[in-house]
């Protein structure tokens, strides 16, 4: 396990509890130092290469703010998607047209102290309503995509900032449009990514906000489990000097810029076979709030343990990079991807193809898989 980083925390008063009720409400926040960057990186500006990509072995996984933005993304592109890993995400459109009072308060971000526990309000009927809507309208690809595709939950039992009420509503949705759902949700877990990699302890919350667990007295590997849900018997994980090559590319290309609080450039991890011609499967990997790379440099990258299983099985990583975005319009100060419509000043699209974020992170994985 990599060595803890020091890190600064402060609280910061949030919105009411749900349903307009006066509970009072806090919201941690931690900012850890930046790690150093052990290995040299193209710098910003490079261009994103084309690989050989192949098309029924595209996925998207996240954590968080990035969990609810895969969903978005796997259920928008269902077409392109043919698996999805959601850790501590919320069902799609959740927020729905009200907001960051509405996602606050329905769906994740905050913790009661009145009770230690996230808020949570199912909206789940309505994101089954909105989705077959926008399935209908063409907006989005239609939701027969979904069935039968592998779908990997993941839900703390302890986690105070998505309650494990709202994960199992995503499964509820899933497992209703016909996804294979397999659901990791009996961790004593705060709120995390988890991985063999993971600086913090499983019941604790803090940045990074990168977890390791255990199952049996041995450490768990929750990337294991979702990459063998889509690709079957896998090639055993490198735990030594990995073969492929991690660096930066040029997000701005694609679109991004501060009005979609995304940053100058993102990361891509390749292995050798794959920058040498060979076919590959690629995953788009999001990150939560508070875990961009101006915050903790790159925490997220190195310590997901998706790379260590991508260099050996064939797989091109993506690694999207937010930043926060301040005045004017809605305010994205946790540099959080868009789950509730803050991009370009007010997104009421944010959860559908047309979606200001949504053709961001589309282009940057057409760019790369040579998608029409």
């Given amino acids: 396990m990599n060595p803890r980083r020091n890190a600064v925390f402060f609280l910061v008063a949030m919105l009411g509890g749900c349903g307009g009720s006066n509970a009072s409400v806090t919201s941690t926040l931690a900012f850890a130092t930046p790690p150093p960057e052990t290995s040299t990186l193209a710098p910003v500006g490079a261009t994103l290469l084309q ?89 989005i690809d239609p939701s027969s995509y979904l069935r039968g595709e592998p779908v990997y939950l993941w839900s703390g039992t302890q986690d105070t900032v998505v309650n494990p009420l709202e994960m199992a509503d995503v499964a ?33 919350k803090h940045s990074p906000y990168m977890i390791a667990c255990d199952r049996g007295g041995s450490v768990y590997d929750s990337v294991q489990t979702w990459l063998t849900m889509f690709l079957g018997t896998l090639a055993p994980r490198n735990n030594g000097t990995l073969s492929g090559t991690l660096t930066t590319f040029d997000q701005t290309a694609f679109g991004a810029s501060p009005a979609v609080s995304m940053s100058e450039k993102g990361y891509i991890f390749v292995p050798a076979d794959c920058a040498n011609g060979a076919q590959c499967g690629l995953i788009l990997a999001l990150h939560g709030c508070l875990q961009e790379a ?32 301040i005045k004017p319009g809605p305010t994205n100060p946790e540099g959080c991807f868009d789950w509730w419509g803050y991009a370009n000043g007010g997104d009421p699209n944010y959860a559908l193809k047309s979606g200001a974020q949504m053709q961001v992170l589309y282009a940057i994985v057409s760019g790369i898989a040579g998608l029409n």
């Fill in 172 to 204: 509820a949705e899933y497992t209703h449009y016909g996804a294979h759902v397999q659901f990791d949700n009996t961790f004593p877990a705060e709120h995390g990514w988890e991985s063999p990699d993971g600086q913090i302890a499983c019941g604790t």
């Fill in 294 to 325: 101006r915050l903790i440099g790159r925490t997220w990258v190195d310590e997901a343990g998706i790379n260590e299983w991508a260099d050996t099985n064939h797989l091109v990583v993506l690694y999207p990079d937010t930043i926060p975005s």
């Fill in 51 to 139: 690989y050989n990509i192949d098309p029924s072995k595209i996925y998207v996984v996240g954590i968080s703010s990035g969990a609810s933005a895969a969903v978005q993304m796997d259920v928008a592109h269902s077409a392109t998607f043919h698996g999805a890993a959601v850790y501590a995400g919320t069902v799609y459109w959740c927020a729905g047209a009200g907001g960051v009072a509405a996602a606050l308060d329905d769906c994740g971000g905050k913790t009661l102290t009145s009770t230690g526990s996230a808020a949570y309000q199912s909206t789940l009927a309505q994101s089954e309503a909105y989705l077959d809507q926008q399935s209908s309208l063409g907006t």
